[in-house]
């Protein structure tokens, strides 16, 4: 079998997996932010926390609760870096340095998961389990319940209830992400993948000499980094290291645990607003994205354009030769389409055009099928400018799901999707503009510029993934990128839940000859169309400095 076989294959059998997982996890998903009860575990957190389960909040209260539980668990997570060389099982490590310790805090509570350092050799067991992994969970649920805040804003009307940000964080956690991680993590270690606690222990061995245990939570980790579409692999080398990804069917099923959760949600999102058709709309959306994404990237490292990948048949530097071109491709569009940051090749050695397909994956804003909720309501943001933008082209004024779309709503869209963008060029132009940055530079020229562009773009949109070929790890690009992550996640986290909480204040307009339907193809393909204009508008001068410009020399 050809590798273009073999990869079509993988594929496919991915888009069937997921396809037939939809319908029961979106339902599944569906009744547990609906469901009036509340089960025994989840009372006791209540109870714990002094959080009454059965009262709403407005928008205004639900983002300060989002706010006030990242800021603590920046603060929690931050303090038990700083403490690391006192606690136990932290194997000998030193306290994490100031610097880092703020921009790992940082990276894991906003789902981003960026890593300046080699966690096998910076960070201990403790602070791993109940530092990093736990946030690999909660940070996901946030961004679901953040996802569930607004489709409600969309459903209800007449009232300033968006519901309960701890219900829908604990619920997300307990129902959702908990159990399947659990499955997930059984199937790695059958896989091969390592489960114990003697990673990074060095024992004594018979002939007198010492030998160090590699080993830790992998598998449970990888489980959960993956399902939560999080980064911040145990090893450096992350998901082409043996012990994490050991074969390629496990290889296939993290990519599908990338996804799985995001491309159920527009089910989810279906059924809440009361019309399956708007799910499907939604998911087809994103379905087709990724597609041309990830056929994008085969054909730009299978035309193997150069002296040696002519050679070897395919651009094989920098590729898990384990998976080969074809899967090392499907993984990078699915870990740079979602805000993942797991990877199992480097993108850095990338062909230029398929290291700028991985960045124009993540300027969309990853909604194909994007993070765990944050691809959900970003793409319903973006779907609040399609119609505004129908709406101006007919001369009526805009409405979605029957909510119409007027001066305040579309400012508040209009400010979600561009603050990450605004993020990642002013980053990126005073990282080129200072000494600072330019040191820490490994290459010159467009490739250069492509890394800054690339590690600015990873943070701001929370995904994780580095180029590589950058020395990150400093005082600059620790403070600078802490700052994107931290801005971008949660400046649009406030302006989409202001805009669910002016929505749901709405009473819904009765359907009119007039009205534009949103579950048809025509709007699917408007909306897709949509999303790439903004995406060419906002970042087309600088990828044509970057990548397009490395490409073309």
Sequence with gaps: MTAVAAGSLFVVALALALAVVHRPLGDYMYRVYTSGRH??????????????????????????????????????????????????????HDAVPPEVAWNTAISFVTNTNWQAYSGESTMGHLVQMAGLAVQNFVSASVGMAVAIAVVRGLARSRTDELGNFWVDLVRGSVRILLPIAFL????????????????????????????????GPVASQEAIKDLGTNGGGFFNANSSHPFENPTAWTNW??????????????????????DRRQGYAIVAVMGVLAVLSAAAVQLAELSHRGT???????????????????????????????????????????????????????????????????????????????????????????????????????????MSFLATPALVLVGTAVTMAIPAGRQAMLNTGAHGLSEVLYAFTSAANNNGSAFAGLSANTPWFNTALGLAMAFG?????????????????????????GTLPTHRPQFAGMLAGVTIILVALTFLPMLALAPLAEGIG
Excluded: C
């Design 184 to 215: 997930a993590a059984l199937v790695l270690v059958a896989g091969g993948a390592v489960q114990n606690l003697h990673g990074g222990q060095t024992v004594a061995t018979p002939a007198g000499g010492a030998q160090t245990i590699v080993g």
């Design 489 to 513: 996640r949660l400046l649009p986290v406030v302006f989409v839940l202001a805009l669910a909480g002016s929505l749901a204040r709405q009473q819904p307009v009765p359907v009119s000859a």
């Design 253 to 274: 099923v993290e990519i599908f645990l990338l996804l799985v959760i995001a491309f159920s949600l527009p089910r989810t999102f279906g059924r809440m607003v009361g």
């Design 308 to 414: 040696v990948p002519t050679a070897v048949g395919a651009a094989m530097e920098g590729k898990e030769v384990r998976f080969g071109v074809p899967d090392s491709g499907v993984f990078a569009a699915a870990t740079t389409l979602t805000s993942t940051g797991s990877v199992d090749s480097f993108h850095d050695s990338y062909t230029s055009l398929g290291g700028g397909v991985l960045m124009v994956n993540m300027m969309l804003g990853e909604v194909a099928p994007g993070g765990v909720g944050s691809g959900l309501y970003g793409i319903l943001v973006l779907a609040v400018l399609t119609v505004f933008l129908a709406g101006l082209m007919v001369g009526r004024t805009p409405e979605y799901l029957g909510k119409k779309i007027g001066n305040r709503e579309i400012k508040l869209a209009a």
């Design 39 to 92: 089960l025994r575990v989840e009372r006791g957190f209540y109870r714990l926390a002094g959080i009454a389960p059965d009262s709403g909040q407005t928008w205004g209260s639900y983002a300060r609760s989002v706010l006030a539980f990242s800021l603590v668990s920046v603060l929690f997570l931050y303090g038990l870096q700083r403490l690391q060389d006192h606690l136990v099982l932290g194997l000998g």
